[in-house]
Nanobody, 131 residues
Framework: QVQLVESGGGSVQAGGSLRLSCAAS????????MGWFRQAPGKEREGVAA????????YYADSVKGRFTISQDNAKNTLYLQMNSLKPEDTAMYYC????????????????????????WGQGTQVTVSS
């Protein structure tokens, strides 16, 4: 059974940092592309970052570029999102997602496929940034 479990969320002040983790199980991790999404109350879900396993290319939304870093540890089947210089507008529920790497050829393509809601999704972890 495929399972994605996020952790690492919490409450921080603006300018602070958090590292989210997404532990994956039930499938061959290295054959999947992974991504992070977020959704704030009353707003649409936003693709934040993605990593394409076939080469390790990454993609970031403009809103987080330069502040967030997506990475993975294949030995631990874990995806990470290092978030620095956090802003109040980063407040949201953060979700990780996974799709088979044959469904995309680049990280941005993978994010686009995941944004359709298909693939595997975790239950989310809350990030709250106060000013």
């Amino acid at each position: 059974q495929v399972q994605l479990v996020e952790s690492g969320g919490g409450s921080v002040q603006a300018g602070g940092s958090l590292r989210l983790s997404c532990a994956a199980s039930g499938y061959t991790y290295s054959s999947y592309c992974m991504g992070w999404f977020r959704q704030a109350p009353g707003k649409e879900r936003e693709g934040v970052a993605a990593i394409y396993t076939g080469g390790g290319s990454t993609y970031y939304a403009d809103s987080v570029k330069g502040r967030f870093t997506i990475s993975q540890d294949n030995a631990k089947n874990t995806l990470y999102l290092q978030m620095n210089s956090l802003k109040p507008e980063d407040t949201a529920m953060y979700y990780c997602a996974a799709i088979p790497d044959r469904w995309a050829q680049t990280a941005i393509q993978a994010l686009g496929v995941m944004s359709l809601g298909i693939g595997y999704w975790g239950q989310g972890t809350q990030v709250t940034v106060s000013s």
